[in-house]
């Protein structure tokens, strides 16, 4: 399908259901679809993120993932505050590149959407924002990493070290201009670093994942377990976690079916965050809703995780030492890129 059709099933759907919605305030594209053209192919392992924003004290559960008119879209909501200051967005890495392009915004029934793509796009690529912006990517793996709970299921610690690690590849993407893609942000990452001359910075994020040296073999078989894992879990699903959506029978096209692509692709290292993240996402479900099939299928996570050279909580403390010590690395790779980077101005 291309980008077109498949953000007028995005309007479609908002028209249909999120305009009923109490608070609603409007809603817009985000994600990796943004800036793209219409004629563009929407790959079948991707989804179209949708952003309801509400004036909602109490957020609504998160849609997540499902089909309309044949579009898997991902429908998140957005508190109507954290869009009230053009700055505050733009100083924000995960909100500013929606409002960077027009064509963004799907229904904006205040104005206020409008305007902001108004105040944001012309500064979007100014070097203090840039500069802010990859701050607070760089907060984000520091305060994250920090707040390791050694209580919490192994499950969940593994998460909550995985993601603040991956967001080191958000630090350079931002830097670059780039979308900060939460899949595929390795692969992302890779092409700024080819680009900028800095594969050794690579080499150096794949290590602190673990997975420099990890083989396609080894991928494809966590890959074959974490599908067995994750159907079983989408099957006995019932607790509404922020990101169930993730781990539902429509959303197998992304998570196995996607994974799959990459390694089909020669990028099967690059496939190892998702596998991981949906593998860990998968355990907080059985272990919540179905305990005894956690333990039937928790050896073939743990094994995946080993293979990053993770056994326990105290070697992901270890880890995430490591990785807050190589901030300062980073940095200089981001403000080299930043630097480099012709788009960004005065």
Same mark, same amino acid.
């Given at each position: 399908?291309?980008?077109?059709?498949?953000?007028?099933?995005?309007?479609?759907?908002?028209?249909?259901?999120?305009?009923?919605?109490?608070?609603?305030?409007?809603?817009?594209?985000?994600?990796?679809?943004?800036?793209?053209?219409?004629?563009?192919?929407?790959? =079948?392992?991707?989804?179209?993120?949708?952003?309801?924003?509400? #004036?909602?004290?109490?957020? =609504?559960?998160?849609?997540?993932?499902?089909?309309?008119?044949?579009?898997?879209?991902?429908?998140?909501?957005?508190?109507?505050?954290?869009?009230?200051?053009?700055?505050?967005?733009?100083?924000?890495?995960?909100?500013?590149?929606?409002?960077?392009?027009?064509?963004?915004?799907?229904?904006?029934?205040?104005?206020?959407?409008?305007?902001?793509?108004?105040?944001?796009?012309?500064?979007?690529?100014?070097?203090?924002?840039?500069?802010? !912006?990859?701050?607070?990517?760089?907060?984000?793996?520091?305060?994250?990493?920090?707040?390791?709970?050694?209580?919490?299921?192994?499950?969940?610690?593994?998460? #909550?070290?995985?993601?603040?690690?991956?967001?080191?590849?958000?630090?350079?993407?931002?830097?670059?201009?780039?979308?900060?893609?939460?899949?595929?942000?390795? !692969?992302?990452?890779?092409?700024?670093?080819?680009?900028?001359?800095?594969?050794?910075?690579?080499?150096?994020?794949?290590?602190?994942?673990?997975?420099?040296?990890?083989?396609?073999?080894?991928?494809? !078989?966590?890959?074959?377990?974490?599908?067995?894992?994750?159907?079983?879990?989408?099957?006995?699903?019932?607790?509404?976690?922020?990101?169930?959506?993730?781990?539902?029978?429509?959303?197998?096209?992304?998570?196995?079916?996607?994974?799959?692509?990459?390694?089909?692709?020669?990028?099967?290292?690059?496939?190892?965050?998702?596998?991981?993240?949906?593998?860990?996402?998968?355990?907080?479900?059985?272990?919540?809703?179905?305990?005894?099939?956690?333990?039937?299928?928790?050896?073939?996570?743990?094994?995946?995780?080993?293979?990053?050279?993770?056994?326990?909580?105290?070697?992901?403390?270890?880890?995430?030492?490591?990785?807050?010590?190589?901030? =300062?690395?980073?940095?200089?790779?981001?403000?080299?890129?930043?630097?480099?980077?012709?788009?960004?101005?005065?």
């Amino acid at each position: 399908m291309r980008i077109g059709p498949a953000r007028a099933a995005a309007a479609d759907w908002v028209a249909r259901h999120a305009r009923h919605e109490p608070g609603f305030r409007g809603a817009y594209f985000s994600g990796s679809t943004v800036g793209m053209p219409d004629d563009a192919e929407l790959a =079948p392992s991707s989804d179209v993120d949708v952003v309801v924003v509400t #004036a909602r004290e109490n957020l =609504p559960a998160k849609p997540g993932k499902f089909r309309h008119d044949g579009v898997l879209l991902e429908v998140s909501h957005l508190p109507w505050a954290e869009l009230a200051c053009a700055e505050d967005v733009l100083a924000s890495y995960h909100l500013a590149g929606s409002f960077r392009h027009a064509g963004a915004v799907i229904a904006d029934p205040t104005g206020h959407l409008h305007a902001l793509h108004a105040s944001v796009a012309p500064r979007f690529a100014r070097r203090p924002w840039v500069r802010r !912006r990859c701050e607070d990517a760089r907060r984000r793996v520091e305060t994250r990493l920090a707040a390791l709970d050694p209580a919490a299921p192994f499950h969940e610690q593994v998460n #909550a070290w995985l993601f603040p690690t991956g967001v080191t590849c958000h630090v350079l993407l931002v830097a670059a201009l780039r979308n900060p893609t939460v899949r595929l942000r390795y !692969r992302a990452a890779r092409e700024v670093c080819a680009d900028y001359g800095h594969l050794d910075t690579y080499e150096d994020l794949l290590g602190l994942l673990g997975c420099a040296d990890l083989s396609a073999q080894r991928v494809r !078989r966590h890959l074959r377990a974490l599908a067995v894992t994750f159907d079983a879990a989408a099957e006995v699903a019932r607790t509404p976690f922020f990101w169930r959506g993730d781990i539902t029978a429509g959303a197998r096209a992304v998570a196995i079916d996607g994974s799959q692509a990459l390694i089909d692709s020669g990028d099967h290292r690059e496939a190892v965050f998702w596998i991981v993240a949906t593998f860990a996402r998968c355990h907080t479900v059985l272990a919540t809703d179905a305990p005894a099939l956690h333990e039937t299928f928790e050896p073939a996570f743990l094994s995946a995780v080993a293979d990053l050279g993770i056994t326990s909580p105290h070697d992901l403390r270890t880890r995430a030492a490591a990785v807050t010590r190589y901030l =300062p690395e980073l940095w200089a790779t981001a403000e080299e890129v930043l630097a480099r980077n012709l788009e960004v101005t005065p």
